[in-house]
Each structure stands twice: as C-alpha cells, then as structure tokens.
C-alpha cells in the first residue's frame, strides 16, 4: 500500500501544473510575448542553432528566457526580437530592422539557405515556423551561371483571435520579397513584418489541435486501420492457440497425472519439474533489477498517457513533454525498488542492497553515458542540444535529493513486504539436468519468435511514432498509440505463455532468464526498423546520425526492460497456476 500512496504522489505532483496554468487574456493593442527560439536544416532535427547565429535582427539587449528543464532539455533557447506584434492591431510592411551585412553573413545566410534552414518561434506559446530563404536551380535561371540563392527579407503573421485570446498564427516568408545572396558582397537590407488578425470561432482550449492534425490525414486514417485489422488477426491467432493449449493439452495432461498411469506418464515430463522449476534464478541482483527497471519504466509510460489525456503534456508544448518524463522518472523510483526489493528478498537476505544498486543503474547507466557522448558531441558543434553546465548541476541535485532516497526507500518498503513466490518446495539441492534441446527450442530461436510476432503487429505505427518524433508534425494519435501499446503488452503476455510451456514440456526449468530475453527481444526488431528508418530518410551528417541511434537505442532499451518484465510476471503467472493445480491433483 506504501507503494501505491507513492505512485499516487507522483500522479498529483504531476498534474500541479494544470491547476497553476492560468490562460492568457488581452485587450486591444497589449503587447503578447513573442520570442525567436532556434535556426536549423529541415531535415536534421536535432542539428539546431541559436536564433543570432545568423544576422537577424537582434534588440541592443539580447535577453535569453528563463526555460525550464524540460524546454532545456528540449534544445530551446527562447530569446527576445524586435517584432511588435500587439493583439488584434494590423500593420502593413512595417520596418523591423535595417541591417549591414557583410561577406561573412551573407556566406552564412546562403548556406543555411543550401541546407534547407528554418526558424522557429514562439508567440502567446504557440509555435510558428518559416523557412529563411529560397534556391533557384540552374535549370530555372534565364543567366545559366549555376543556382541563386535568395534570402527573404519579408515575414507575413496571419492571427487568429476569439474574444480576447490568441487561438491560431501562422508565418509566411514573402517570395516576392527577396535579396539575392548568391555573390558575396556587403549590402545593407530592411527587414519588414507584416501582421493581419482575424476573428474566429474556435475556442482557446482546441488552439493545439491544429498540430495534430496531420494524424488525420486520410491516408494515415487507413494505415492506422490497416495496423489494427494486421494486430487484432495476430490477436486471434494466437488467443486460438493458448485456448487449444489449455483446453486440451494442459487439461490432458493433468488427467494423466491423476490416472496415474506410468507410460502416460513419461508424456508429461514437465510435472516432474515442481522441485525446479522455481528454483533461484542465475545472477538474481542483476535479474531482480532488471524486474524493477521495466516496473518503473512500464509505470512511467502510464503515467505519460495519462498527463496527455489530461492535456497536460502535449507535442510542440515547448518543454511540457520532457518535464514529464524527468519528473516521472524521479518519483517512480519507488516503484523500481520495492520490486527489486521484494523479489530479491524471496531467496537471499544479503543480496538485496546489490539488486538495489543495480537498479539505480541499469537503465540510468547507459542512458547517462549516452547522454554524455551526445552532450559532448553537441557542444563541439555548438548546437543548441548541448546542456549547459549549470542546468547538468541542477539535474544531478534533483536526481540526488529526490530520486536516489525514493529508490532507498522502495527498497526498504519492499524489504518489509516479503511475499512468498514459490508455490511447492524445492525437493533437491542440485538441479534436474536439462535435456538436449533442438535448435528451435533454444534461446535464439524463441527470441526471434517472440520477438517478430509483436513486432509486425507494431511496425506500422511505429513507422509514424518515428516520423512525429524525427520531424515537425504529428502523425500518429494519442489513441491510436494507446491501443498499440495495448496490444504489443498483449501479445508479449501470450507469446511468453505459450513459449514457456513449450519450454517445460521438454524438461527445460531453466525459463527465468530465457522469458524475459523473448519479452525484450521485439525491442530488438523495433532498433532494426529504426536503422531502416534512419537510411531512408533524408537526414545526413556524423551529429545528427549519432543522435538519432543514441536516442533510439535508450528508448530500445527502455522497452526491452520494460516488455521482458511484463513478459517474466506473465510466465511466472503461468507457472504458479499450473503447477499448483499439480500439488491440488
């Protein structure tokens, strides 16, 4: 129950911020916050620079926004502009800035122009994006002299308001107003804006909802119904299969134990593994870690779906998904350690501070040293994906005072609430030798069985959640990724089942280890899809490749905790039920 009130904790520490969030209100002609956030190649989304990198025009005073952690770790740098953009007041080429460039801008402008750069800001909270510039290729010029680059000095603001808050802004960049940069020379430009509101109905609180629409589309309509009409079959086929293993085989065998009969007997050698099959598993620290890693994790993601039902954490809300997942993070550390805890304690009393440490590390360890290389590598490119050093403190604090005594504590919770696993004795010092095994009954073979199955049920939107989170739109669903999530646990459970009966019925007893790498083994398959991803796309370069697969690998790894966990209760599940039907014959 301790466990619990922690869990509940977490939930309405989380959803504070929907209480506290007051909407934003203004008469005509108030000032709305506008900031200028990042700069960056289309395609490389993770390759970002600050706003000023470039010669826009910038106030005498740059003042950079207080950001929290999550907008930090977001990679936002939220600054202030020149822009007057008052609500509901329209202004018609207005002047920003008139502004020198010299041959270094312009060598800047154009290659981000060569790359495909936009910018990114924010206005009222609502983000807005606008490419910097156009090429004319060589085909299209009337001079034939190679391709001309073209920096647009104008931007057009379309606003939408209802009543007396900012719904809906859209950024234009002009074509018609553009400066050719093709040579490098000094010129000196205006700048200008453009700002038209306009009323609407919408209301405030579906302001957001224009970005998701894309994962309305119609196309991504019928690839969503063709991802669940490709996992309700694999469902059903495998429903129909653990109910012709229960219904008849399971129930068979039982009657053949109770007859009695002795060459009926030889049929079902997996009851004579009772004393064994329950045996302490090999490296039970590391094991029980591994149970409460996929625990935390599996906690977090329930939690996340629940904050984005609520609205509280949404994409393109700058910085409100990645506080969640830090602070979610934080306060399920309780729940890893009371299930490291309570599963150590069942067979020894003096390893539980290992499984204890080793949960505190297992997941966080690789992510930590994957977020390090990465940190590096973005600060050598001076990218806005680098930490700074005051927020890396700030982080490692928080992580210290709230994460690491909750983990402390669960394992103590834990401790204390002993339970009692095993559901028959174990009736010999040393184990039952397994027998010899076929190939496709080893741990490779089931690995790839129970790892493929899931796997195809999930490749569809898995494709999408890849491209929402690796471009600028969202193509998939909060429901629709729910439902999917669903049915990859679904079908995780059955697979594991199914493959661990299978394994005893062969005399093998050694299913511990063996459930949780076929559960984790569809993470496998998801980081070879994003592999694929990776090369059919259009990003490029040594940062945003080491970023893409370093990201990817750490949600991989998430997901195989968390999927052979779930596998594992599954098949413990399983073995508890039959074998104690066995002791009740």
Not at 194 to 218: D, Q
Not at 240 to 258: E, M, P, Y
Not at 374 to 400: H, K, M, S, W
């Amino acid at each position: 129950m301790e466990i619990l009130g922690l869990v509940l904790v977490a939930n309405l520490l989380l959803l504070l911020p929907i209480l506290l969030h007051s909407t934003s209100a203004y008469n005509v002609g108030d000032p709305v916050p506008l900031f200028v956030n990042k700069i960056g190649p289309l395609h490389n989304p993770s390759e970002t620079y600050k706003y000023y990198e470039l010669a826009f025009c910038r106030p005498d005073q740059v003042l950079e926004e207080r950001e929290s952690i999550g907008e930090v770790l977001n990679g936002d740098r939220l600054t202030n502009a020149l822009y007057d953009l008052k609500f509901a007041v329209n202004k018609t080429r207005a002047v920003n800035c008139q502004q020198k460039l010299n041959k270094q801008d312009i060598s800047k402008f154009r290659d981000a122009i060569k790359n495909d750069f936009y910018y990114q800001m924010y206005y009222d909270d609502l983000p807005l994006w606008a490419f910097i510039g156009k090429v004319e290729d060589e085909n299209w010029t009337s001079d034939s002299k190679g391709s001309k680059y073209y920096l647009f000095t104008h931007v057009q603001f379309d606003a939408l308001y209802n009543g007396n808050q900012v719904v809906e802004i859209h950024a234009l960049s002009d074509p018609n107003h553009v400066l050719d940069i093709t040579d490098d020379i000094d010129v000196t430009i205006d700048f200008t804006y453009s700002i038209f509101w306009n009323e609407t109905s919408i209301p405030y609180k579906n302001r957001m909802e224009r970005y998701l629409a894309a994962s309305s589309l119609p196309i991504l309509q019928q690839t969503h119904w063709f991802s669940f009409v490709n996992s309700i079959v694999i469902v059903i086929m495998l429903t129909g299969l653990l109910v012709v293993l229960f219904t008849r085989h399971l129930k068979n065998d039982l009657r053949k134990w109770s007859i009695g009969d002795e060459d009926e007997e030889k049929e079902v050698g997996w009851k004579y593994l009772h004393g064994d099959v329950l045996r302490c598993p090999a490296n039970l620290p590391l094991f029980s870690a591994v149970l409460g890693c996929g625990a935390q994790l599996l906690t977090m993601i329930f939690i996340l779906f629940v904050l984005a039902f609520l609205g509280i954490s949404y994409p393109h809300s700058h910085g409100s998904l990645s506080n969640s997942i830090f602070i979610s993070y934080l306060l399920t550390s309780a729940v890893s350690g009371y299930i490291s805890s309570s599963f150590c304690i069942q067979y020894s009393e003096t390893r539980q501070e290992a499984s204890t440490l080793l949960t505190g590390t297992l997941f966080l360890g690789p992510f930590l040293f994957t977020a390090f290389i990465l940190n590096t590598l973005a600060a050598y490119y001076n990218v806005t994906a680098a930490l700074p050093l005051g927020t890396i403190f700030i982080i490692i604090l928080i992580y210290t005072l709230v994460a690491i005594p909750l983990l402390v504590i669960g394992g103590v919770v834990g401790k204390r609430n002993k339970y009692d696993i095993q559901s028959s004795p174990i009736a010999k010092k040393s184990p039952r030798e397994i027998p010899f095994l076929s190939w496709y009954r080893r741990t490779p073979a089931q690995m790839f069985i129970g790892g493929l199955l899931p796997f195809s049920a999930i490749v569809l939107e898995l494709h999408n959640l890849c491209a929402t989170m690796w471009g600028y739109k969202v193509y998939t669903s909060l429901g629709v990724l729910f439902i999917t999530f669903l049915i990859l646990v679904v079908l995780t459970v059955m697979i594991s089942v199914g493959l661990t009966y299978f394994q005893l019925v062969v005399e093998d007893h050694d299913w511990w280890w063996r459930s949780v790498l076929r559960g984790g083994s569809t993470a496998i398959f998801m980081f070879l899809y994003c592999v694929y991803f990776y090369y059919k796309s259009n990003m490029s370069g040594i940062l945003q490749a080491c970023f893409f697969f370093g990201y990817c690998f750490c949600m991989c790894y998430a997901f195989f905790l968390v999927l052979g966990a779930l596998s594992f209760r599954a098949s413990l599940i399983f073995v508890r039920r039959i074998y104690h039907a066995v002791k009740s014959e």
